[in-house]
């Protein structure tokens, strides 16, 4: 049993010096030395007491450090994976730069979510495989993990991913909706595939009560334009819903038409956040003189208004009155208000400038690319020179 200790060090510097040598950042020749360095330091401590359980592991640290891992980062993230006796970063460097990833990309990858060096190289190589029925490259996936590695190594559970990706298929998902659920909502496929039915169930139950007649067609539609809306409780999902209801007053064919339409969007907001931001927008506009019915039918076309914190539209209202715009046109045109408060107030400047007219051109051209509203400033200025 005495030499224990010894074998362990042995095996861990042999593990330390592969992946060195991969990474090509020492000589092998250092081996020998380290190699004595370490036994004599098993040696020595032999009798020693034990070191704590949580202790972290110190050739894990070493092999992390020699990859360019932001270690301190890793260790706020997921600190347990620090104190594991078994990781497989070696195999995990081997495996993502085989697939074209790069060093730097992969020390980032460990650094923001450490965790990726527990997985095996089956488990990876499975992973990779049910992936690639969704992304024609490997290169596709290697930016994904590159943005967001949380979303391939979040979960351990392939046979999970594998039963979500068949049931989305199964709702008439295409495989470009699979692709920009992966990209934008990845947690989607590590939910449980029953907490994946439990919202589809819902969204067909709610089509059904509103008086829908194809429930499988309006989930698609809500998917597709709702990627975080399976992430989402269905508890919040529901009070959204109960909540655009009651604010507006909208009947069940009304609350249908919104939600089939662009108000699918809203529906992952938290419940308080779209209630303090209706109540905001509404206390505004009725200050300005607009009715509840302007109100109501302002949102029912322009939904999105209720992602709008109430400090930035009360700012970016402020700045289209200030500028000469009514509060009927902003009625008319709320998609102005998509604009942030310093890109409405820089082409206010520059429309004024050139004695831009609002009320007898309207207000169209706020909304409008930069590089069709720098050209129509162009033909302005000259119309002024000429």
């Known amino acids: 049993m005495a030499a ?10 042999h593990r330390s010096v592969i992946l060195q040598r991969s990474f090509g950042l020492v000589p092998v020749q250092l081996a020998s030395t380290c190699l004595s360095r370490r036994l004599c330091s098993a040696t020595t401590r032999n009798n020693e007491p034990k070191p704590p359980v949580a202790s972290e592991n110190e050739s ?9 891992v932001d270690v301190m980062m890793a260790r706020k993230r997921q600190p347990g994976v620090f104190r594991k006796s078994f990781t497989n970063e070696h195999g995990l460097a081997q495996f993502l730069k085989g697939k074209g990833a790069s060093p730097k990309v992969i020390a980032s990858i460990i650094s923001r979510y450490p965790r990726a060096i527990t997985r095996s190289i ?7 495989k049910l992936w690639r029925n969704i992304f024609c490259t490997d290169a596709e996936i290697v930016s994904i993990l590159a943005r967001s590695p949380e979303s391939f190594f979040r979960s351990s559970d392939n046979e999970n991913l594998e039963k979500n990706v068949h049931f989305l298929i199964s709702l008439g998902l295409i495989s470009k909706d699979l692709h920009r659920l992966l990209t934008t909502a990845p947690r989607t496929f590590s939910n449980s595939l029953e907490l994946n039915k439990q919202m589809v169930e819902l969204l067909e139950d709610i089509c059904t009560e509103l008086g829908g007649q194809n429930p499988e067609q309006f989930v698609k539609t809500i998917i597709s334009r709702n990627l975080y809306i399976l ?25 249908l038409a919104l939600l089939e339409g662009h108000g699918a969007s809203i529906l992952d907001l938290s419940n308080e956040y779209l209630k303090k931001n209706f109540i905001n927008l509404q206390q505004k506009m009725i200050s300005h003189g607009c009715r509840k019915s302007d109100i109501k039918k302002m949102i029912i076309s322009y939904p999105i208004i209720l992602y709008i914190g109430p ?14 715009i009514t509060i009927k046109q902003i009625l008319e045109k709320p998609k102005v208000l998509d604009y942030s408060t310093q890109n409405i107030a820089g082409r206010l400047e520059e429309l004024q400038r050139v004695g831009y007219d609002f ?9 409008t690319s930069r590089k069709r509203f720098d050209a129509k400033i162009e033909k302005l200025a000259a119309s002024l020179d000429s």
């Open 311 to 324: 400090e930035t539209l009360n700012a970016k209202l402020d700045c289209l009155l200030k500028g000469g």
């Open 359 to 367: 009320k007898k051109n309207g207000i169209n051209i706020l909304d």
């Open 4 to 13: 224990v200790p010894g074998v362990r060090a042995l095996l861990c510097l």
């Open 122 to 128: 089956d488990h990876l190589e499975q992973r990779w």
């Open 231 to 255: 992430i989402r409780s269905t508890k919040r999902v529901k009070s959204n819903i109960d909540t655009l209801r009651s604010a507006l007053k909208l009947t069940d064919s009304e609350l």
């Open 60 to 68: 894990l640290l070493e092999n992390l450090n020699l990859m360019g």
